[in-house]
């Protein structure tokens, strides 16, 4: 989380591509839907997990805020956007699979 705030507000890179700013937001919340789906495969609970949670939830819209702040910023509506579809895809993803029970949950810690 300290990192992707740090992402967001330090000056910003040269673009290559243009778009490639999505992209990034894209991939960096990408990979936040997935250690949360790891988190939550392995059984993190409680302190960590609810404040992970929250920050998928709320922090694209408050780190896109937050870059109003910065100089070298500047707030973009459809970065919110990328960044809410990052982090819901691979859970969006994951649940489908496991509603078409490739990955069956382990019935015997239910009994």
Not at 5 to 26: I, N
Not at 48 to 75: A, M, N, T
Request: glycine share 8%; with cysteine; hydrophobic share 55%.
């Amino acid at each position: 989380m300290v990192a992707t705030v740090y992402f967001y507000l330090k000056p910003g890179a040269p673009r290559f591509v243009v778009g490639s700013d999505k992209f990034l937001h894209f991939v960096g919340f990408f990979f936040g839907g997935l250690l949360f789906l790891l988190c939550s495969k392995i059984g993190v609970k409680g302190f960590i997990k609810i404040p992970f949670i929250l920050f998928l939830v709320i922090g694209p819209i408050v780190l896109e805020f937050l870059q109003i702040l910065s100089p070298y910023r500047h707030f973009d509506a459809i970065d919110i956007v990328f960044n809410y579809f990052g982090w819901m895809i691979p859970v969006l993803i994951f649940l489908f699979i496991r509603r078409l029970q490739i990955f069956p949950e382990d019935r015997s810690s239910k009994s």
